[in-house]
């Protein structure tokens, strides 16, 4: 079954073509990061108005690099929450639209889910889930450890009482001057920190002890107040040593509160998902905690980490061999939340 993916949640335009929920045949994506960078941030609206303009050429770049025709494609599929409503309503318009014009079906998918699947999406076929599966998914909006049994049944175990992961890493990027999206500049700005030399800083972490939850505002704090403190004595902020003790701190209580509830659920495997998912050194410790728990750790490859239509359409995949089929009165839905089975 051939599926056409649509993503726009956000600030990234994607369509895709995907076969059988594993094997990418087109993976086409349109980022608008360029025209949000000078706002330090995503602009709502501005990032609506980019999406109207890039979702039909990106769905023709697909089509062009699988090298087929519109006759090829078995389903449609779109995004429909959690994201931005504008932006939303573009992708999923555009699916609708094209699902009715060929009479093919059409499938709406949760942002979140389709994160998760990513890990799924690999050449040669990944072998299939082994459940119950732990999910740490961290990006730009979420930060949650979630339980998942079977193909569709959720349980939120723990979540950000504040700012998300990646927006954490965001705001201190900005801090620091760095460009926009701050993950992949503070990890940047991090590796020119000396491997092995020990850090002048120590940056707190919140641990909620006894929860599975995280928080990332007081770290945030923490950085503002050294960044303005530092420059008030006429100083120059180590920014390579600030972005690697950030990085350090967080990467430190995602993977220890990571490692504490794979063991108590008994998790036969944890998948890694979400834009921070794509960090190396989040990766790296996740791998090395999780191999002396002896539990297998998955993530998907860093392209498909961030924002993509394949994603979507992996994730749509597994709805539409069930037989599931969404009505074309789908709205979006910007404030969905994973359905909790
Ligand atoms: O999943 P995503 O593309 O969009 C949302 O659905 O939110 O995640 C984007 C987030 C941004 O906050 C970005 O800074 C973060 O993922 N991110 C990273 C890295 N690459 C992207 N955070 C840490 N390290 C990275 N290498
Ligand atoms: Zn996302």
Same mark, same amino acid.
């Given at each position: 079954m051939l599926v056409l993916g649509i993503e726009s949640s956000c600030d990234e335009t994607g369509a895709a073509l995907v076969r =059988?929920?594993?094997? *990418?045949l087109a993976n086409a994506l349109a980022s608008q990061a360029e025209v949000h960078a000078r706002y330090g941030g995503v602009v709502p609206e501005v990032a609506a108005r980019a999406q109207l303009t890039a979702v039909i050429p990106v769905i023709e770049t697909a089509l062009a690099q699988a090298g087929v %025709? /519109? %006759?090829? *494609?078995d389903a449609v599929a779109a995004t429909y %929450? #959690?994201?931005l409503a504008g932006p939303l309503l573009v992708g999923l318009t555009a699916a609708k639209t094209i699902a009715f014009a060929r009479g093919l079906p059409f499938i709406g998918v949760n942002h979140l889910e389709a994160h998760i699947y +990513?890990? /799924?999406?690999?050449e040669p076929p990944a072998p299939d889930p082994r459940f119950p599966l732990l999910s740490l998914l961290v990006s730009g909006a979420h930060s949650e450890l979630i339980v998942i049994r =079977?193909?569709?049944d959720y349980r939120i175990l723990g979540q950000t009482r504040d700012d998300a992961a990646g927006e954490a890493f965001d705001k201190v990027a900005r801090l620091l001057g760095l +460009?926009? #999206?701050g993950g992949p500049s503070i990890q940047r700005a991090a590796a020119a920190? #000396? +491997?092995g030399q020990p850090l002048p800083l120590r940056l707190p972490r919140? /641990?909620?002890?006894?929860?599975h939850d995280f928080s990332f505002s007081g770290i945030k704090t923490a950085v503002m107040q050294l960044v303005e403190r530092t420059r008030a004595q006429g100083a120059v902020v180590d920014v390579p040593a600030v972005a690697a003790a950030f990085q350090e701190a967080v990467v430190d209580v995602l993977a220890t509160k990571t490692v504490a509830a794979a063991r108590t659920e008994g998790a036969a495997e944890v998948a890694l998902a979400g834009g921070?998912?794509?960090?190396l050194a989040l990766r790296a410790r996740l791998a090395r905690d999780l191999q002396r728990a002896s539990i297998p750790l998955r993530y998907p490859p860093v392209a498909l980490c961030? =924002?993509? +239509?394949a994603m979507i359409a992996g994730a749509a995949y597994f709805h539409l061999a069930r037989g599931e089929r969404a009505d074309l009165t789908l709205d979006v839905q910007p404030g969905l939340a994973l359905p909790v089975g």
């Open positions: =059988d929920g594993r094997v *990418i %025709g /519109w %006759g090829a *494609i %929450g #959690p994201g +990513a890990n /799924w999406l690999a =079977d193909h569709g +460009a926009y #999206p920190w #000396p +491997a919140a /641990w909620l002890k006894g929860t921070v998912a794509a960090n961030t =924002d993509n +239509a």
